[in-house]
């Protein structure tokens, strides 16, 4: 099914037999079982005000096509969403639905927040074919959930996007990214602590300790007005200036490709092996790297986010017992993902929620069955 409305996408699924496997793009990869329901048809940008930094468009509209019209009036989505095709090796087209159904955020998640962050209102239609509204119609069952917060990172199994509204941002004048090479992955967390907790307002924090020279690498990305950029950039130099020698870049085109880079996992992409992502407090992301010995990893959000490259079918939750946080299979071979979980088990309390409100959103159970359970 290919509904081009959100008339049309309330009467297939109001129609629905059985399960739909609800997608945008396809560029994630996985999917759940069932019918092919795509939303790419309904598309547009249904409201653009630069001066109010608003963005109103419908969930099949493409990035690119929103990322161009952003650019052409100096402003952008300052969540910075990956674009998972290079790891994932898909193809298709990013939609800001997916976007926002995954609450997708990349390494300026630790200073402009996440997705769901920017998210200003959204309309969906739910799993009985209601078209419902956040601050509009509310039907009864779930007056008082805060639905921008529920819909972002459910991945459409509480509803069906048609229209998201966004918060933009300006684009900012200019971007240092610096450069410290030789730590140790506890070195370079404690680095990036303490960058992050600096009044030098920094807007990526990452550390690979296979870097582009294939040595340790811990970046660090300042943005802004250009005088503040550079006194930023000096002032951070000489915080950390017993970390070791720092190299600061300042070419448009190559702090850009840097923070894309490490935005996209560009360095597991086509490589062998399964990726995970892995969730945890920031001081504990060098407990992560050291558990999975053998393995690869990038240290984003300071420590918080670990992407690990780990051998294919190998059980990383095993390795990682005792760490809190959360360990999601994000590339894998079908049999893999169906014996680890892609996603892992919600605790009971967590989980018996989550049943809940799919209770209340998808009486049915047909909106990606089983996408967020296994």
């Not at 250009?226 to 970390?243: G, I, K, M, N, Q």
């Not at 996209?264 to 504990?284: I, K, L, T």
């Not at 959000?301 to 294919?312: H, K, P, Q, R």
Request: charged share 20%.
């Amino acid at each position: 099914m290919a509904p081009g409305s959100e008339a049309e996408l309330a009467e297939a699924i109001a129609g629905a037999a059985g399960p739909l496997a609800v997608r945008g793009g396809g560029t994630r990869g996985r999917v759940a079982a069932g019918e092919d329901l795509s939303v790419a048809g309904i598309s547009g940008v249904v409201l653009y005000e630069p001066e109010a930094l608003t963005l109103v468009a419908r969930a099949g509209t493409p990035m690119a096509e929103i990322e161009a019209l952003l650019d052409a009036e100096g402003q952008r989505l300052a969540f910075e969403p990956m674009d998972h095709r290079m790891l994932l090796g898909t193809e298709g087209v990013p939609t800001i639905g997916g976007v926002v159904a995954g609450n997708v955020s990349g390494p300026r998640r630790i200073q402009a927040g996440a997705c769901r962050d920017a998210l200003l209102g959204l309309r969906f239609v739910d799993g009985m074919g209601q078209v419902l509204k956040s601050g509009g119609r509310v039907m009864k069952n779930v007056t008082g959930y805060d639905l921008v917060r529920l819909l972002a990172g459910s991945r459409g199994t509480l509803g069906v996007l048609s229209e998201v509204s966004l918060k933009v941002l300006p684009r900012p004048e200019a971007a240092a990214s610096l450069r410290i090479q030789g730590l140790s992955d506890v070195e370079a967390v404690a680095a990036l602590a303490a960058a992050l907790g600096s009044p030098f307002e920094v807007t990526g924090a990452a550390h690979s300790p296979r870097g582009t020279e294939g040595t340790p690498e811990t970046l660090i990305r300042v943005e802004g007005f250009a005088e503040s950029v550079a006194y930023r950039s000096e002032r951070l130099c000489a915080l950390l200036a017993d970390r070791g020698e720092i190299a600061v870049e300042t070419e448009p085109g190559r702090v850009a490709a840097i923070w894309s880079g490490l935005r996209d996992v560009a360095a597991f992409a086509g490589r062998p092996g399964d990726v995970w992502r892995v969730s945890v407090r920031p001081s504990d992301g060098p407990r992560v790297g050291a558990a999975v010995q053998g393995a690869e990893v990038i240290y984003d959000w300071g420590g918080g986010l670990v992407w690990v490259l780990a051998e294919a079918g190998s059980d990383l939750r095993a390795a990682l017992a005792g760490i809190s946080g959360h360990a999601s299979l994000v590339r894998a071979a079908p049999d893999t993902a169906a014996r680890l979980r892609a996603v892992p088990p919600e605790p009971a309390p967590v989980a018996a929620l989550s049943a809940g409100l799919r209770a209340r959103f998808d009486p049915r159970g047909i909106l990606n069955p089983g996408l967020m359970d296994g």
